[in-house]
Structures are given as C-alpha cells and as structure tokens.
C-alpha cells in the first residue's frame, strides 16, 4: 500500500466533493434540521427526544453516506474512470482506503456538526458525547463500506439510489430505533442480531442512558469495526480488473 | 474473444511493433474497443494469449508501464483539468512537470482551471488523452482519441503520435476514420472481429490497386465477403 496514492485519491474525492456546493450544504445541514424537527414534533416532552436523539446521531450519518458512496461508486464504474484507475499503478486497497478516508472525514464533519447542535440549543439530554461521537463515525465508515459493496450489484446511478431502502431500511426498522430489540418477537431479533445498525445503535443507547460506561459499549463498537471491515473487503472483491 | 454476449474477435493473431504508431482502423461495432481492452488487461478473455511489452496481458507488473485512454473519456468530470491530470500524475509516479508537458501536447494549458465536465467533447477527450500521456509510458493504447476534433487539431496530434513513437514509444491507436491510416506505420483494418488487412499503407495501396484508402477498405472488404 501506498500512503501517497492513498491520499491522493482521498483528496480528489474532496476535491470533487468541494466542486459541489450544494452537497456540502445539504451534508453538513440535513441532519441537525431534521433533529430540530424531530425535537418539536415531542414538544410536549423532552422524554422521547432523550431517548432516540442520540441513536439518531448515529444513523444520519449511515444513511448519508451509504447514499453518497454508492453513487459515487456506480460513477467511477459507468463512467470508466475505474477501468482506467485498474489499469495504473493504483491498488485496490489504496483506492477503498482513499475513499474511506475522504467519507470518512466529511461524516466527521457532519457527526460533530449534527452533535453540536444536539447537544447545544437542542438541549439533548445524554451522557458521554465523545463515545457517541466515535459511534457516529464508525456507522459513517460502516455506511461508506456497505455502499461500496452494494455499488457491485447497481448498474445505473437509479438503482443504486433504490438499494438505500433495500438495504438500510429493514435495518432501520429492526436496529431498536423504534421498538426495544428485547421486545420483538423472536424471528426478528434474530435478523436484527445479524444486522450491524443494531449494535451501533446498541452501544449508542448504553452510553448515552448512563453515567458510567457500561463494558457492552465496546464489545458492539468492535462488532461494528469487524462489520465495516468486513464489507470493505467483500467490496474490494468486488472491483474486478477484468470485465466482459 | 467474447464481449456482451457475442463474439467479438475471432481468430485474431498479430504483433505490434515496439517505437511505431500501429493503427487499429474499422468501422464502430468491429471489435477495435474489445481489441484495446484486450491488450489493457481489462478485458475477460475465452481463449487465446495477449503479450504485452513481454509480460503476459493484465500482469501487476505492467500496471504504470502504459497509458489506456478509452472512448468513454473516463476523466472525472466534476473536477478541473488540472485536478485531473494531477491526479493521474501521482498515480503513474508522475511530477507537475509531465502535467505541464502533457498539457502543451494536448493545447490545454488555457483551460486549466476549468471543470471538465464544462468542456466540449473534443476538449474532454484530450483531457483524456493527456492523463495518459503522463509518466512517459513505454505504450500508449488510444481507443479513438481524435474524435469530434478539427482538422488542424487532429493532425497536430498525429504528429505528436508520430514524434512519441520516434522516440521510442509504442501506439496502438484506434479510429474509425479511413484517412487516419495514412498516418500510421502500419494499418490493422478490422471488421466484423476478424482482421482484413495487416499492412503498411503503401502495402494496402499496392495490393489493392487503389489509391484511396477508402477505397482499398472497400475492396478488402468485398474480397473478404467473398471468401467467407
């Protein structure tokens, strides 16, 4: 691996990114205005705010990010920029790893951003912001990964949009965001033991709920970190050099 | 050699001789492109062997040893020219200085800050071609690199063709245009995924007895309608 390559290609991500304004804007924004929105639909009561802000801190960046990696990715592959990166000196561990890198560091920005707001005039209630913070970026790189995996199955900028349902959806309903994993029936928290959102929002809600640290926050933190891993290797065998 | 689902070269056997301009001249559709991607390493093979500078076709160590500029301009639109090549440049190893020569080579030093995406197609397609000019490579692969370009402008580029091949570099460049084979060293003539003709444009005059090489494609290509 190269450090050089590496970074050069997480910095003509930025680049590109930094040629669109409109998609910083809508990055860096999103998710504090729709955590505003979500504080005053509750105004009654600051209690389920309390209680689903803080895992909302972690999915927004998921989401985004899924989205905007795969369709970066179906472009890299339809517009034969990635054929072309295949056949020079660039690896296909130098090129994940630059992506992973830019994404990552707009996800950062976004996480603290979306936090500052949360934490500041929304007045969230919750404990050990920093963890919170870590958990934020590891579902970015986590959404970052499985986009980039499922970049391999969309043929057109269209589908890949349509695989954000598919595929972050059902783990958005199961992950406990909703209704506590403890109270689903059996089949379910099955699925949602296999689903790695569940345990980002796991550690998010042990962390957040109480003053000390509890030692499950950083078993789901590794399981996150493995998940993540793992579909940035499945993702890497996936970007073939040879093609029919 | 099969691509999308139809054979698209077939019984193909030829060389390509080291510091000259080889011209790979067919109508679109005749198998130029899946040729190209053959020889890149990027194209998934049925039967057959593909050397490229010695090494077998796709090998990790022919990867930065050639520059590979397809049709589809793959360059990233959102970025400017500059950005671009820059780009390409640390990948092939490359300095600012080779960003800067590729730039003159392609009559683009004007355009530098602009995003590509802006660009006209011609002007795209030499950003293109300019990212795989960069870090001297020992063999450029051109899949049609003077389409939609003006007439000044195409020759100007022939003649950079012929000044890298004179020192030392190897082209396979690619077109549609009969015209374009008069500038090369030696003319492959495709149609169909079969080879017609492998020969020197005077060889193709001679042998066809015509002048033109229009002309000449045309008489190969009934001659080879009538043997099949």
Not at chain 1, 119 to 137: R, Y
Request: aromatic share 6%; glycine share 10%.
């Amino acid at each position: 691996m190269s450090a050089v390559r590496t970074l050069a290609t997480a910095r003509r991500v930025l680049q590109q990114l930094s040629h669109d304004r409109r998609s910083i804007a809508l990055l860096l924004a999103v998710p504090s205005l729709l955590l505003v929105l979500f504080k005053y639909v509750y105004a009654a009561g600051s209690q389920p705010f309390d209680r689903l802000g803080p895992q909302l801190l972690g999915i927004f960046p998921f989401i985004v990010m899924f989205l905007i990696t795969s369709v970066t990715m179906v472009r890299e592959r339809t517009s034969g920029t990635l054929e072309r990166l295949l056949t020079t000196r660039l690896q296909r561990g130098e090129l994940i790893a630059g992506y992973g890198l830019a994404f990552g560091l707009a996800a950062t920005a976004q996480a603290v951003i979306t936090a500052a707001v949360a934490l500041g005039p929304l007045q969230l209630d919750a404990h050990h912001a920093a963890v919170i913070g870590v958990f934020a970026v590891l579902d970015a790189l986590l959404g970052t990964g499985l986009g980039l995996l499922m970049s391999a199955f969309a043929v057109t900028e269209f589908q890949a949009v349509q695989f954000m349902p598919a595929v972050v959806l059902p783990q958005l309903l199961l992950c406990g965001l909703l209704n506590p994993r403890s109270a689903m029936s059996a089949p379910l928290r099955w699925t949602s033991d296999v689903l790695p959102l569940s345990y980002a929002t796991d550690g998010i809600s042990n962390a957040a709920g109480r003053p000390s640290l509890v030692g499950s926050v950083y078993a789901d933190a590794a399981v996150v970190f493995g998940s993540l891993l793992l579909a940035v290797l499945l993702a890497g065998g996936t970007l073939r050099r040879r093609t029919p | 050699m099969v691509r999308g689902g139809r054979l698209a070269l077939d019984r193909l056997s030829l060389d390509v001789r080291a510091g000259s301009v080889t011209g790979l001249i067919g109508p679109s559709g005749c198998g130029k492109t899946t040729l190209i991607r053959a020889v890149a390493g990027i194209q998934l093979i049925r039967s057959g062997r593909v050397t490229v500078l010695g090494e077998p076709a796709g090998s990790a160590r022919l990867r930065g040893r050639f520059g590979y500029s397809t049709q589809s301009m793959a360059v990233y639109p959102d970025l400017t020219v500059e950005q671009n090549l820059r780009y390409f440049a640390t990948l092939a190893g490359a300095d600012q200085q080779s960003v800067e020569d590729a730039l003159r080579d392609v009559e683009l030093a004007d355009r530098r800050s602009q995003l590509t995406g802006n660009l006209s197609g011609g002007q795209r397609a030499r950003v293109s071609l300019a990212a795989a000019l960069l870090g001297a490579p020992e063999l450029l692969l051109l899949d049609e690199p003077t389409v939609g370009l003006d007439p000044v402008l195409r020759r100007q580029l022939w003649q950079l063709f012929q000044r890298l091949a004179d020192g030392g570099v190897t082209l396979l460049v690619s077109s549609h245009v009969m015209d374009e084979a008069a500038r090369c060293q030696r003319v492959l003539l495709l149609r169909d995924g079969r080879l017609v003709a492998d020969e020197t444009p005077d060889g193709l005059r001679e042998h066809t007895g015509q002048d033109d090489l229009e002309q000449a494609f045309l008489t190969l290509a009934e001659r080879s309608g009538q043997a099949s």
